[in-house]
């Protein structure tokens, strides 16, 4: 079973970037077809997608967040990385990590992980 493990500072200051961690474990992110997101939820607010990065290495983003976030990987340690630039007190959410599914597939998601912005 896929399991995945968001990790990184719960506390960033305003115009620093945010970096987060997401670690795998019970399957491989290079597998074909699977799709690997970041996706955040602001305090009192709904989920927002940020982007993925494919099997294949590549990436694709919400035009939102675009021009500050970017996602990698390093498939050696199965872990994913998020970063987000210049954030304000607005970027305080729960961040997640998740496989999100094609038609046919399960998707996994991690537990989540706070991030505050803040002075």
């Known amino acids: 079973q896929v399991q995945l493990q968001e990790s990184g500072p719960g506390l960033v200051k305003p115009s620093q970037t945010l970096s987060l961690t997401c670690t795998v474990s019970?399957?491989?992110?290079?597998?074909?077809?699977?799709?690997w997101s970041w996706i955040r939820q602001p305090p009192g607010k709904g989920l927002e997608w940020i982007g993925y990065i494919a099997y294949s290495g590549s990436t694709y983003y919400n035009p939102a967040f675009k021009s500050r976030a970017s996602i990698s990987r390093d498939t050696s340690k199965s872990q994913l990385t998020l970063e987000v630039s210049s954030v304000t007190p607005e970027d305080t959410a729960i961040y997640y990590c998740?496989?999100?599914?094609?038609?046919?597939?399960?998707?996994?998601w991690g537990q989540g992980t706070q991030v505050t912005v803040s002075s």
């Open positions: 998740a496989r999100l599914p094609l038609i046919g597939q399960n998707d996994y």
């Open positions: 019970g399957g491989s992110i290079t597998i074909d077809n699977y799709y």
